[in-house]
């Protein structure tokens, strides 16, 4: 698996930590303790395309948001983190 | 329908007449209108279920619906390692538990599932490490489960071939379960489905699950398939690495990633490896098949995947611990590599409990240790679904234990399933 980083280009997967779904908020402390479990703890784990988190650890050091396919390992699209929030 | 009885007599019998007479180990049903009772996924825990659900509980109307084949999904993919080492008090007795259905399993079947109680040893290469496996030695002990601590000379008697003075991980000993071991992972499956159907249990393959029919209340009363609607009082879900695919069909949302975790075979060797043996400074698992075969494992990929298939960082990573750990695997050639679906939870343990949608109960979160549980969580879940409460070793095995904060905890890891 590659990963195409925007900063340092087409890269090997193990230069790359992951964080997971790129999806998941913090809520708001007044939403209470269910939404925070649900934040900590659940996950939506689909079988298709997702936006997730990457930690480019041995490049740049910049968050991506990665968008795979889980079924296949095909990565569909690669922006900063900070510029694409799923 | 009753199974032939296997035994050395009909084995000679059969013999004399040129093996003409086998007839199938199992009968491949097709779906009735509706079922008491129904399992999803026909992996070992599935059959196991649907096994103890008529043998243990007494039901009559027990189906297993499997969409691809029996045993086609990490039931068969995995390296068959059993064993009870565990640390925490709620994961000790239901493992022991398991280990002591898998110690008179193949009578209890008439099935030969290879059993094999050729040890597992865990090694460490610190003084820290030695304490944490001594702790976990003594908490086994506890619970009444056989643990013994080895120093450097039992463990060169037992495995002289490790390279005992690696200058960055040396071997200091090792925690040594002489009761675990391996078993064959096909035969689990096919023991378990032959044993079922002979009780009544329906086994229907190719008949994917692919939603639920409710009623006003919530309450389930059908699953929808590939080979359409089959009613049920009550459905268990038992599918592993697809449990949060399954899960969403109800609309629920589980503490479930799903990471593919690789596994190699090499070429057939003349026995060398005693046993299961892992390296304690990685994440490095190995033993050899009764065919010679050396099998072995390491590490998640880390990314979540459905894909069944893993990447080559894993593949190097495993090779150089292996390489670390015993150095003459080197010239061994790699027959086979593959990768399974591992149902990762948030703290490690699994889960048997039921939904918050009525009808609907839950099997899953295995990680990567769920061959070793297929007896028991078999049992446990049987018990649930057919006297909804929890059999007493699963009862902490909640699905609300996450929000509730009563995790169980093994490694101490955190809500990182790519790292437990
Ligand atoms: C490489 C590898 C090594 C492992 N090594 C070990 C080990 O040494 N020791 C150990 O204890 N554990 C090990 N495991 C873990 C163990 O294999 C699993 O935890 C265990 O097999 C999971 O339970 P199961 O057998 O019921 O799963 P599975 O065999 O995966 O059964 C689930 C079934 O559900 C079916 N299914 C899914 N969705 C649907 C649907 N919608 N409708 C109908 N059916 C459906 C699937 O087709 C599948 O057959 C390993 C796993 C892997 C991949
Ligand atoms: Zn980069």
Redesign the interface.
């Known amino acids: 698996?590659m990963i195409n980083c925007p900063h340092c280009g087409n890269r090997?997967?193990?230069e790359f930590h992951?964080r997971?779904e790129a999806a998941q908020r913090r809520p708001d402390y007044s939403e209470g303790?269910?939404a925070f479990?649900?934040y900590?703890?659940?996950?939506?784990?689909?079988?298709g395309i997702?936006h997730?988190h990457w930690y480019h650890v041995a490049g740049c050091r910049n968050w991506l948001t990665v968008e795979?396919d889980?079924?296949?390992?095909a990565i569909i699209s690669v922006a900063f983190a900070r510029e694409a929030r799923p | 329908m009753s199974a032939q009885h296997y035994s050395i007599f009909a084995l000679a019998r059969q013999a004399l007449a040129k093996h003409r007479g086998w007839t199938p180990a199992w009968h491949n049903a097709a779906p009735r209108e509706r079922y008491d009772i129904i399992v999803i996924g026909g992996g070992g825990h599935g059959l196991a279920t649907a096994y103890y659900l008529a043998k243990v509980f007494g039901q009559k109307s027990v189906a297993v619906l499997e969409k691809g084949w029996i045993g086609g999904g990490n039931a068969g993919r995995n390296t068959t390692i059993i064993r009870s080492n565990y640390l925490t008090p709620a994961n000790i007795p239901f493992y022991e538990m398991s280990l002591k259905l898998w110690e008179g399993l193949e009578q209890d079947l008439n099935y030969n599932a290879m059993v094999s109680q050729r040890g597992v040893l865990n090694l460490f290469h610190s003084d820290e490490q030695r304490d944490a496996h001594e702790r976990r030695g003594n908490a086994m002990r506890l619970h009444g489960v056989d643990a013994e601590l080895l120093d450097t000379a039992a463990v060169r008697k037992m495995a002289s071939f490790l390279d005992f003075e690696n200058a960055r991980f040396p071997i200091y000993g090792g925690l040594l379960q002489k009761r675990g071991g391996t078993a064959r992972h096909d035969a689990v499956v096919w023991g378990f489905a032959r044993a079922a159907a002979a009780l009544g249990v329906d086994i229907i393959q190719n008949c994917e699950v692919t939603g639920f029919v409710r009623d006003a209340q919530g309450q389930i009363t059908a699953v929808e398939t590939s080979r359409g609607q089959i009613g049920a009082s009550k459905v268990g879900m038992a599918v592993a690495g697809n449990s949060s695919r399954v899960a969403a069909l109800a609309d629920l949302r589980l503490p479930i990633e799903s990471h593919v975790l690789q596994a190699f075979v090499s070429e057939g060797l003349k026995p060398v490896v005693p046993g299961v043996i892992t390296f304690g400074a990685g994440h490095f698992y190995i033993s050899q098949s009764d065919k010679g075969g050396l099998v072995f494992g390491g590490d998640l990929d880390g990314y979540k995947s459905y894909a069944q298939r893993g990447n080559l960082p894993i593949v190097e990573d495993v090779c150089e611990e292996a390489m670390a750990l015993m150095p003459m695997v080197g010239r061994a050639r790699l027959l086979r590599s593959w990768g399974g679906i591992m149902d990762m939870t948030m703290d490690g343990s699994p889960i048997i409990d039921r939904t918050p949608v009525p009808g609907l109960y839950f099997n899953g979160g295995w990680c990567y240790g769920g061959f070793k549980a297929t007896p028991a969580s078999g049992w446990c879940f049987a018990h649930l679904l057919a006297r909804d409460e929890p059999h007493p070793v699963a009862a902490a095995h909640r699905l609300d234990r996450f929000a509730a904060g009563h995790l169980i905890d093994e490694k101490g890891a955190g809500a990182q399933p790519n790292l437990q």
């Open positions: 698996m090997d997967s193990g992951v997971g303790q269910d479990a649900e900590v703890y659940g996950r939506t784990n689909i079988a997702q997730e795979r889980t079924r296949t390992h």
